[in-house]
């Protein structure tokens, strides 16, 4: 093995220019391949943040997947006769036995849950209206499962548990309608109810529709206001893990029997966008390494082409085709091992760089860095993928190399 390294290293250091050149692209295509990984992976993992954090993990809703089938289906289940548009009994909507379901979830391992009843209102003030989301929540919970309460810009959600007539209401409205802390609008319930409520806190989450058409208020107050008494129609849920979410989801919709959403599932079109977007991404940085690989190829190959006649001495001497092929695999490794080095080095260089990069949209005033990821798993790829790439190069050289005959190279030498 010594002999071979050194053999190796003697066909490298010899040429020098060639070398340089099959070395640069490797350092290039590593760098590069760490460099638009990181963004790709940190724009994915920025998106999926927003999407995760800003909405639930799971949503249990208060319908059924599959509509219950008919008493007469399941008693008689082949009759000859069937009844059909039976309608099932009125009934006021939300979820049965919620404080019971509620303790279930909340049981489960790495979960949090509030209970939220949701309806549509129509706010007024000074005769100016606006159609909202009306969401009855438990302060104490609804910020262990949202961010709301990190969007206050006045007023906090506990100010509602302190105030049964308070509302909190988003930027939006409150610039539409010039409201400001503790003015007093009217909400109008679908039935007719109306009933006057004190503006206890304002958020702002800069998505303009959600700031100008939602409004929370405590739990018993929406029941009031929307007419269900002791209901919810929505548990919302967050995990300590998002990625359970599916699994979570099945599990408490087999044992409650409410449709149970994962935002996975709620999301699945976003995410095999996002699965195809990381295969394009990979398959071009990718390509560079496999440019850089040609480089080391025509390398090796001139080698071996002039060398020809020496490697035809080695073997009359003694050497193995194998241990000719191990020389020229040596010289791929030996590249491949300083180029990812040093394309590491760069590419934390080039990353380092791009995270300092500040954008500022049109239309925003706040500035956005470019999302940058610092996973050990890209670090691992590329060093295996130049890898591979260099062998792969050095391999047909290497073989042609082990297949020279030393008899017919030097009787036509002499």
Request: charged residues 20%; aromatic residues 6%; proline residues 4%.
């Amino acid at each position: 093995m010594a002999v071979a390294l050194d053999v190796a290293l003697a066909h490298l250091t010899n040429r020098k220019r060639q070398t340089l050149v099959s070395l640069t692209g490797v350092v290039l295509g590593v760098a590069f391949f760490l460099a638009v990984s990181s963004l790709m992976r940190g724009s994915e993992k920025d998106f999926l943040k927003r999407l995760v954090d800003n909405s639930p993990h799971i949503t249990v809703y208060d319908e059924v997947r599959q509509g219950r089938p008919q008493p007469a289906e399941l008693r008689w289940p082949d009759a000859a006769v069937s009844v059909r548009n039976v309608k099932p009994p009125r009934e006021t909507r939300g979820i049965r036995g919620w404080s019971q379901r509620l303790e279930f979830i909340e049981a489960l391992p790495g979960v949090r849950a509030a209970p939220v009843l949701t309806g549509g209102a129509v706010l007024t003030f000074a005769g100016r209206q606006q159609a909202v989301s009306l969401s009855g929540a438990v302060p104490e919970k609804m910020k262990q499962v949202t961010t709301i309460e990190e969007k206050m810009i006045e007023g906090s959600l506990d100010a509602l548990a302190a105030d049964p007539n308070g509302i909190v209401v988003g930027q939006g409205l409150v610039d539409k309608f010039s409201l400001h802390l503790r003015s007093t609008l009217n909400v109008l319930a679908a039935d007719g109810t109306s009933r006057p409520l004190r503006v206890v806190g304002i958020f702002r989450t800069g998505n303009a529709a959600y700031d100008e058409g939602q409004a929370f208020v405590l739990l018993k107050r929406a029941q009031a206001l929307l007419g269900r008494e002791d209901r919810v129609n929505r548990v919302i849920i967050q995990l300590a893990d998002p990625y359970d979410a599916r699994d979570v989801a099945q599990t408490i919709e087999a044992a409650t029997g409410y449709k149970s959403v994962s935002w996975v599932e709620a999301s699945e079109d976003i995410l095999s966008l996002l699965l195809v977007r990381n295969v394009i991404m990979y398959s071009v940085v990718s390509a560079i390494l496999v440019v850089a690989a040609f480089g080391i190829y025509n390398t090796i190959s001139t080698i071996v082409m002039e060398k020809t006649r020496d490697i035809a001495i080695m073997k009359a001497m003694g050497f193995h085709a194998r241990d000719l092929k191990r020389i020229f695999l040596l010289e791929g490794l030996i590249v491949g091992v300083l180029g990812s080095g040093l394309g590491v080095l760069l590419g934390l260089v080039l990353m380092q760089v791009l995270g300092q990069v500040a954008i500022r949209p049109p239309g925003v005033s706040e500035v956005v860095h470019l999302p940058v990821w610092w996973g050990a798993e890209q670090y691992a790829l590329a060093v295996t993928f130049a890898m591979l790439s260099c062998l792969a190069a050095s391999y047909l050289p290497a073989r042609r190399a082990g297949a020279v005959h030393p008899v017919d190279i030097l009787r036509g030498a002499a």
